[in-house]
């Protein structure tokens, strides 16, 4: 598929996902949430070359999408100083917009595909469960359940499409982007759930002092712990993307730019 299609097909489902969530009450009173174009990529990646139709496949990505989107919001309120009108208003959004994707598959009478994306909703939120309760025994299924918050929704529609050439390489992509953009809250004095799993188990004296007020050494040395990870994470994507012979130029190019980010992120 040329990088001009992509980017049709592409726009075409932003679309599709931005009509149906759209709420006048819900984004009178709030921001609309942002849709991952990274995601929308792989999901059409995934569905290259499957012979479904272009509407019953915009439909499918779109409702992945919007499951998504949904979790992205409900992770928002975890852990953040907002006030009660605008969490209760988080929590309704994510709710209505996680429901849409039903309204989009019964659509298309595509029940199997709504019993895969409940699944990874059942996933997620108990790896959730452990990484916002620190309920894990140590730094490493800690990460663990981060990546699986992060990939379980494109895991799962691969596999449900018999679609597993790239699931490697995405899963590697969307923890590293995660990795990145998690280390970037932290240095911008913003929440960030990573470190703070990071600061319970390799700061454990300081566990009940907030991250903004811990000293320079100690940020600086839960930096790096981040950076071991993120090293540990570009390696294994690098690796998938050398693996895979003809991988679309789009998708190499968001590549390298979250690879340059790093680089501006890590000076």
Same mark, same amino acid.
């Given at each position: ?28 009173? %709030? ?10 990529? %792989?999901?059409? %990646? ?13 439909? +499918? ?25 605008? =969490? ?35 996933? *997620? ?28 929704? *494109? ?27 998690? %280390? ?20 454990? +004296? ?18 790096? *712990? ?5 090293? +540990? ?20 190019? =968001? *590549? ?12």
């Amino acid at each position: 598929m040329a990088l001009c299609i992509y980017e049709q097909k592409a726009d075409s489902i932003r679309r599709l996902v931005k009509n149906e969530m759209y709420h006048k009450f819900l984004f009178e009173h %709030m921001e609309s949430p942002e849709i991952d174009e990274d995601r929308i990529l %792989m999901l059409l %990646m995934t569905m290259d070359g499957s012979g479904i139709p272009v509407e019953k496949y915009e439909r +499918q990505i779109a409702a992945a999408s919007l499951v998504q989107i949904a979790l992205d919001i409900h992770d928002k309120v975890a852990g953040q100083q907002i006030t009660l009108t605008e =969490r209760q208003l988080s929590v309704l959004a994510g709710d209505y917009f996680s429901g849409l994707y039903y309204h989009l598959l019964a659509g298309i009478d595509d029940i199997n595909l709504i019993r895969t994306l409940a699944n990874a909703i059942k996933v *997620i939120n108990e790896s959730k469960i452990y990484v916002y309760q620190l309920d894990v025994s140590d730094i490493e299924s800690f990460m663990e359940h981060v990546k699986r918050i992060e990939c379980t929704v *494109i895991d799962e529609f691969c596999q449900y499409f018999q679609s597993t050439e790239y699931i490697g390489l995405f899963i590697e992509f969307l923890y590293f982007k995660r990795l990145l953009s998690e %280390m970037e809250k932290f240095n911008n004095g913003r929440f960030s759930i990573l470190f703070e799993g990071l600061k319970n188990f390799c700061l454990p +004296q300081m566990k009940s002092i907030p991250l903004s007020n811990l000293s320079q050494h100690d940020q600086h040395q839960l930096n790096e *712990i981040c950076t071991h990870h993120i090293d +540990q994470s570009r390696k294994a994507l690098m690796d998938e993307t050398s693996r895979i012979i003809g991988l679309p130029g789009i998708f190499l190019e =968001r *590549i390298t730019e979250l690879a340059n980010k790093y680089k501006q992120i890590a000076t």
